[in-house]
Structure formats: structure tokens, C-alpha cells
């Protein structure tokens, strides 16, 4: 309650209506679909000076847009709360530890590795529904599960290793888009992402700091436009980035999953099609057991969507409220 005499607080940014936030999240997906044509340019920088270049240069894109936006107040008010700036900064791990690995992945021929971690990735936030936030699954999500955990086994034993850049990938992104949904009330897209920034700055700072003493930094010393293309990592991924939280303010977490098949499509199409990496006999049975599980899972939540507004118009009696429905709706 504001005190009389007192100045209100400038309200937050009013998020996205509904379609908006469908179109923000199609674009982000899309973005993220054509990074494997562009973290190979940035070569022969390592995955770890990639992404503390991309933590750096992001906070300076951030700090402009907050500027031009006037939204410093609401950047300084999410410092002031211990528990925003706490979840945040799990927030900001998880997204640095799925960027080091992503970019490690496309940069070493894995692209394909990638893509079937972003396959995982709606099994993944189904998964947490039942281990976070403890609801209840339908039973075709639990044969989507099972289908999923099948094709992880098949893909380990047929290629005698674990696709742990897949699971990297799927799990630190899964936790990152329930944190960013979880908060989604209290922070905006831009605050938010500039809060993460700010946390993991001093520590990417700091390592393009020792790699410069080492002499083994690549920032100045492979030509101007390779400078300027580390430089610019920032707003390549600062900007799908956003979009990402803009959508999954206002966007149900069972929308976000179906749109997260539109990357990994594109970039296991860039993998096999563009940079040619192999996809033996057992590999395209383990996609083919993830793509029916996505295919059963996207059946049943149409199925979900479809019952859910028949009982709202009163043409079938209610029912209990869905998992991961209740977990976003309001969001």
C-alpha cells in the first residue's frame, strides 16, 4: 500500500497479450534454429571465451536497451530483493552451463547432439511437472516419458556412450524455462535477463581478463571481423533470449513445449543436410522413438486443450485441472 504523500512506484512493463507472445515465441525458436550456421564463424575461439564474450557484451546491450526502455528502475528494484536476485542467479548458472555446452556441441561436429537435446526438452518440463511441482500426469504422458527414456537407452547402447550433450542441453534448459515461468510475474523480460547478465559478469570478465594475460585470448588477434563477431554474440543471443522471457511470461508451459520443436527441427536439418554429420541405423531409431513420443504428447495436450474448453462452455462436466496447466496459466 502506497503511504499518502508518497511517489507510487512506475509500474512494471504490461506484458504481451496471448498472440503476441505466440508470435515472440515463434521468432525466438526460429533464432535459435540458425545459431549452428553462426557459432562456427566465431572459431577459433573455445566454447568458454564464446560465452563469456556473450555474457559481457549482453549486459552491455542490456544496459543500453534499459536506458532507451526507462526500465533501470525496475533492473534496480529486482537487486534490491534477495529472493529475485537469488533465483535469478540459478537462472543465470543454468543458462550459462546450457550456452557452454550448446556452443561446445556445434563447434566439435555435434549439432546433431544438440538438436535431440531440444527434442528431449519438452519430455524434460513434462518430467518436471511431476518432480517439482508434484502433479499429476495424464497416461499418454506417461507413455510419451517412457518412449523418450527408451530412445536415451537405445542411443547409449547402439553408440556405446551416453548423449550427455542431449541431456546437458535438455535438463539445464528445462529447470531455466520453469525458473523464467515461475517468475514471470514478478520480473520482465529485459530486468530479468540484465539481472542474470549482471551476475555472470564479473566472472566472464574476469576470464577474458586471464586469457588476455595468458596470450591465448582470440578477441583482437584473428583480424577485426572476427573481433566484431564475438562482439556481436551478445545480441545474437541476448535477443532470443528476451524474446524467450517475453513469451514465457504470457504463454502456457504446454504452448512453450510445442514450439520447442521448431529449433531442434532446424538444426538437425542444418546438421545432417549443411555440415553432413552421420546419422547411423541406431541413431535415427532413437529420433524416431523421441519424435512419437512428441507426436504422442502433442495429441494429448491438443486432446487436453480441446476437452478443457468444452467444459468451460458447459458442453462436458468439469474435470480436475491438467498438469502443467495450472503451473502457467496466469502466467
Not at 547402439?158 to 523464467?180: C, D, E, Q, T
Amino acid at each position: 500500500m502506497t503511504q499518502p504523500g508518497s511517489t507510487p512506484a512506475p509500474r512494471a512493463a504490461a506484458p504481451l497479450s496471448h498472440r503476441a507472445g505466440l508470435v515472440v515465441g515463434i521468432a525466438t525458436y526460429g533464432m535459435w534454429g540458425t545459431l549452428p550456421l553462426y557459432f562456427p564463424l566465431l572459431q577459433p575461439a573455445s566454447a568458454l571465451e564464446i560465452i563469456a564474450h556473450r555474457i559481457v557484451w549482453s549486459l552491455v546491450f542490456c544496459a543500453l536497451l534499459l536506458g532507451l526502455t526507462r526500465q533501470l528502475g525496475a533492473y534496480t528494484r529486482i537487486l534490491r530483493s534477495r529472493r529475485l536476485v537469488g533465483t535469478l542467479t540459478v537462472a543465470a548458472v543454468l543458462v550459462a552451463v546450457n550456452w557452454i555446452i550448446y556452443v561446445y556441441g556445434v563447434t566439435t561436429g555435434h549439432v546433431v547432439d544438440a538438436a535431440l537435446g531440444y527434442f528431449i526438452n519438452p519430455l524434460v518440463t513434462v518430467l518436471l511437472a511431476v518432480v517439482v511441482l508434484k502433479e499429476r500426469l495424464r497416461p499418454a504422458q506417461w507413455v510419451a516419458l517412457s518412449f523418450g527414456a527408451v530412445a536415451v537407452v537405445v542411443i547409449t547402447a547402439g553408440l556405446g556412450r551416453v548423449p550427455w550433450i542431449s541431456l546437458g542441453l535438455a535438463a539445464s534448459f528445462g529447470v531455466y524455462g520453469l525458473i523464467k515461468n515461475r517468475v514471470g510475474r514478478d520480473v520482465a523480460a529485459l530486468p530479468g535477463l540484465a539481472v542474470e547478465t549482471t551476475v555472470l559478469a564479473p566472472v566472464a570478465l574476469g576470464y577474458i581478463l586471464w586469457l588476455t594475460v595468458q596470450g591465448t585470448s582470440t578477441f583482437g588477434t584473428e583480424g577485426t571481423g572476427h573481433a566484431l563477431l564475438l562482439a556481436s554474440a551478445g545480441i545474437v543471443t541476448a535477443l532470443p533470449l528476451l524474446s524467450f522471457g517475453a513469451a514465457a511470461r504470457v504463454l502456457p508451459l504446454r504452448v512453450i513445449g510445442m514450439l520447442q520443436y521448431i529449433a531442434p527441427i532446424m538444426q538437425f536439418l542444418i546438421g545432417v543436410l549443411v555440415f553432413h554429420e552421420a546419422m547411423p541405423t541406431v541413431r535415427w531409431i532413437g529420433f524416431s522413438l523421441v519424435w512419437l513420443a512428441l507426436a504422442i504428447l502433442t495429441v494429448d495436450a491438443l486432446r487436453a486443450v480441446r476437452a478443457s474448453r468444452l467444459a468451460g462452455r458447459g458442453r462436458a462436466p468439469a474435470s480436475p485441472r491438467e498438469p502443467l496447466d495450472e503451473a502457467s496459466e496466469g502466467a
